[in-house]
């Protein structure tokens, strides 16, 4: 069996996750944590018998992949220097802030033709697998409309100050909205225009874009629908894709559910997995998305999740948040 050392870069609440899952694995033979807080790495590394760099090119010489979980302004040099020396990259949601960090990404990628690891833990829901597995079987006839809504509050008092900042963050939409995006393309295919309205007014007024709705296009006609918001005191997740002989429903209140609904007949409740291993703590998702990453990294298949889906559910978000800013329709390019 080949053996991965992982070089992990961040140690945040998303780093932490991941060292859970990753640490499992018995085709990881180690992890070594780079943070700019190093007494975040030194904490990350002591809980899970993991080793700390001093520096990123540290964390690459001595590492087989390159595991890249700090916030997307704070990732250009663990590229660089991944691309340098030609280890392939796993990269955590979203891809970047702005058409010029996607260009760069793909550039320096493409240069060093290395394998790159989109993100989207998502497609491994059970229960979103689910609905795309039923979706593919013709369970709801032909797809008319996929649709999200995630509603939630992130507390200013104690969140991390970049995400309460568009500058750093992109706003909720492209934080957050990417996991929603992603799931639609994946369902639907590209988006062809969006239009949206956005508020700045609750959170951080006129520096955070809290929340969106958005209305769209996508291959064929299928209408995408968004509701995003991040200044909401009411939880709310829920997913739907909607088709000529029925409709798919996930609600999170009933995680290990899928509810296909047709006319004139009685549901049927898809019963699935949880998110969370109750004795381990493991993001379940996270854990299937990491053993697809290490097997193709084993056997050198293609990603699962590329880097052209992780741009191209950025570009979406970008073109949602201009359209918000400028009130017209945005139509996206081929």
């Known amino acids: 069996m080949k053996k991965f050392h992982i070089g992990l870069v961040?140690?945040?609440?998303i780093a932490r996750d991941h060292a859970n899952s990753l640490k499992r694995f018995s085709n990881v033979r180690g992890i070594t944590v780079f943070d700019t807080d190093a007494k975040r790495a030194a904490d990350l590394a002591a809980r899970d018998g993991s080793?700390?760099?001093?520096?990123?090119?540290?964390?690459?010489?001595?590492?087989d992949v390159i595991w890249i979980c700090t916030p997307p302004f704070g990732r250009r040099e663990a590229i660089l220097e991944a691309c340098r020396?030609?280890?392939?990259?796993?990269?955590?949601k979203p891809l970047g802030l702005d058409g010029k960090?996607?260009?760069f990404v793909e550039h320096e990628v493409r240069k060093a033709r290395i394998p790159f690891f989109m993100g989207q833990s998502g497609r491994y829901s059970s229960f979103f697998v689910k609905m795309k597995e039923l979706v593919k079987k013709g369970a709801i006839g032909k797809p008319t409309m996929v649709?999200?809504?995630?509603?939630?509050y992130l507390d200013p008092k104690t969140s991390a100050p970049?995400?309460?900042d568009d500058k750093l963050g992109g706003g909720t939409v492209i934080e957050l909205g990417v996991h929603e995006i992603d799931f639609m393309r994946w369902i639907a295919g590209d988006f062809q225009n969006v239009s949206?309205?956005?508020s700045s007014r609750i959170l951080v007024p006129g520096k955070f874009q809290d929340s969106l709705v958005s209305i769209g296009k996508m291959t064929g006609g299928v209408v995408a629908r968004l509701d995003i918001s991040w200044a909401n005191p009411r939880y709310l997740w829920q997913r739907g894709v909607e088709g000529e002989e029925g409709s798919l429903f996930f609600d999170d209140a009933r995680v290990t559910e899928v509810a296909l609904h047709r006319p004139g007949r009685q549901p049927v409740i898809f019963t699935t997995e949880s998110w969370q291993n109750a004795?381990?703590?493991?993001n379940l998702s996270l854990r299937d998305q990491n053993a697809s990453i290490l097997k193709s990294l084993a056997n050198g298949s293609k990603p699962a999740v590329t880097l052209q889906d992780g741009r191209a559910a950025v570009q979406a978000a970008m073109a949602m948040r201009e359209s918000a800013r400028t009130g017209k329709t945005v139509h996206l390019k081929p």
């Open 101 to 103: 960090e996607l260009d």
């Open 10 to 13: 961040g140690a945040g609440g």
């Open 147 to 152: 649709w999200s809504t995630r509603l939630g």
């Open 162 to 164: 970049w995400r309460l």
């Open 85 to 92: 020396a030609r280890k392939p990259i796993f990269c955590e």
């Open 279 to 282: 004795r381990t703590k493991e």
């Open 196 to 198: 949206a309205v956005g």
């Open 51 to 63: 080793r700390v760099a001093r520096s990123i090119r540290a964390l690459v010489s001595e590492s």
